[in-house]
């Protein structure tokens, strides 16, 4: 079975953004600069927070867009990077209706969501989690 990051329940993230650095572990790496997720405030602790992650539209623009067809649809919505086609052009971030798609600067390539799970398994609240498509 397939399967698909999705936000469960927003109003249990907390902000602790251990989501960000898991995502960031699977690269070898601590901080939050290759994570494919992010939490943002929604404006302030009152207002809660905000869970940005590729959401495995069934039809991606950012796919669309790509001029070397390095993106490619997944099995189940999302897409599926090909690091070494990427020219680093920049349209798939431009085009992602989510906003999801995050810039390696350091490499000068889009950071797109694997849905290896890692950020819901650190998850403590269950705000976000993979479910079968």
């Not at 070397?68 to 999302?78: E, P, S, V, Y």
């Not at 350091?106 to 479910?131: Q, R, S, T």
Request: proline fraction near 3%; hydrophobic fraction near 40%.
């Amino acid at each position: 079975m397939v399967k698909k990051l999705a936000v469960l329940d927003v109003n249990k993230c907390i902000g602790c953004m251990e989501c960000m650095f898991a995502c960031t572990r699977r690269e070898g790496r601590a901080g939050f600069d290759k994570s494919a997720i992010r939490v943002r405030s929604a404006g302030g602790i009152e207002r809660g927070f905000v869970v940005v992650v590729c959401r495995a539209c069934e039809y991606p623009p950012c796919v669309k867009v790509c001029p070397t067809d390095a993106l490619r649809l997944r099995k189940g919505g999302g897409v599926i990077l090909n690091k070494d086609k990427c020219i680093g052009c920049g349209f798939c971030a431009q085009a992602c209706i989510m906003g999801a798609i995050f810039w390696d600067d350091e490499l000068d390539k889009p950071i797109v969501c694997k849905y290896c799970g890692d950020c819901a398994d650190y998850c403590v609240h269950n705000a976000i989690g993979l479910v079968d498509v």
